[in-house]
């Protein structure tokens, strides 16, 4: 059957994963109206920075079965020297011809741009969702993890992608005993809850710590306030008290974990979109909600290597447990980042899914 190739239309680019994967991949999307922000160039920071963006989606007898996007990130190629399109929202049905219409659409738009390579996935930043997943397929998934079947990569590797750069996202079971927190000097250290009334102040302490703690990592580009709030303001109305804080010693922020409730139940409930009962599922999900997610953890430069990640860690983990929390998982951590792997094993965390990024030369 006949496939075209549409660019531009975003409710396909909404809808076009529900089509191409059974319900067993267990896909789940971003709220609809969020997803749409993240395309207007009008409302997303990275778009507005100067940063170019075109996206597609394919179709078979009208429906869309798979979409991409692409873009740089200028700031990213400044600041690590690199000469790179990005793409993201790989998402496509079992289907070669599919798989080479989006591809090669992204890629030409990598030409176009004067670049010398193509990587992804990246939804749409190093900072927010990447990679494509390449193992743990059966295993479910926490909000904010990348979620895929297991013929991407193939379809990938079939138009000349290679993978690279390994990532594992985690769970730690919260019903098992683990490790008690390390002592912290009580007369220094305070844990600062993020709250709605304290949420802007929390929460620009909580960027800037993500930037410090982050700046070396690879492919990580510091985070202005604008897209800081774009990405993480909405948390506020999700946001569970118990379970993010800014740890500050001497009452200098020295570390930061964000982590939220579990939204999958409720975003599969609800198709991601907002509907007459998206109410009823919002006050169900709340009254049952077993599972958290850490989104990220941070720990000032100066900091570093005094063991306070792992008290921190250790003790929102009994905070979140106490919280009545079974759960808790994390989105990603990268092989070769050994430190915060044995963070997670030293809780009795397991591992999860397995990401890669996948890159090609534009020649």
């Not at 844990?191 to 710590?209: H, V, Y």
């Not at 991601?272 to 709340?286: A, D, E, K, Q, V």
Request: hydrophobic share 40%.
């Amino acid at each position: 059957m006949n496939l075209t190739l549409r660019e531009g239309d975003r409710e396909a680019f909404f809808d076009a994963p529900f089509n191409a994967y059974p319900p067993q991949i267990g896909y789940v999307s971003p709220m609809r109206g969020d997803l749409l922000r993240m395309l207007d160039p009008a409302k997303n920071p990275l778009w507005q920075a100067g940063n170019p963006f075109r996206f597609w989606t394919v179709h078979r007898a009208g429906m869309p079965v798979g979409r991409i996007i692409a873009h740089l990130h200028r700031q990213s190629n400044e600041r690590w020297g690199g000469s790179r399109a990005q793409f993201g929202f790989f998402d496509c049905a079992d289907d070669p011809q599919a798989a080479r219409m989006l591809l090669d659409a992204a890629e030409g738009f990598a030409r176009d741009q004067g670049m010398k390579e193509l990587v992804g996935n990246f939804n749409l930043t190093a900072m927010q969702q990447c990679g494509v997943m390449t193992g743990g397929f059966e295993t479910t998934a926490y909000t904010d993890m990348i979620v895929g079947p297991p013929w991407l990569p193939r379809l990938m590797e079939a138009n000349g992608f290679s993978s690279f750069f390994p990532m594992t996202t985690f769970e730690i079971d919260l019903t098992r005993p683990f490790p008690p927190p390390a002592a912290l000097d009580r007369a220094r250290y305070t844990f600062a809850p993020i709250r709605k009334g304290t949420f802007p102040e929390r929460m620009e302490e909580a960027r800037l710590l993500l930037n410090d703690g982050f700046y070396h990592n690879p492919m990580f580009v510091p985070l202005t306030p604008e897209e800081f709030q774009f990405q993480a303001g909405e948390l506020s109305t999700i946001l569970d008290p118990r379970l993010s804080s800014v740890l500050k010693r001497d009452g200098v922020p020295v570390g930061v974990i964000i982590a939220i409730p579990d939204l999958n139940g409720f975003l599969k409930a609800t198709r991601s979109r907002i509907g007459l009962t998206t109410p009823w599922h919002f006050l169900r999900y709340r009254m049952n909600r077993k599972r958290a997610v850490i989104i990220f953890y941070s720990v000032a430069r100066t900091a570093h290597g005094q063991g306070i990640m792992s008290a921190m860690l250790a003790e929102t983990l009994g905070r979140v447990r106490a919280a009545g929390y079974e759960t808790i998982g994390g989105t990603w951590i990268a092989d070769e980042n050994p430190a915060s792997r044995r963070q997670v094993e030293k809780m009795n965390g397991r591992w999860l899914h397995k990401l890669h990024l996948f890159r090609k030369d534009i020649t």
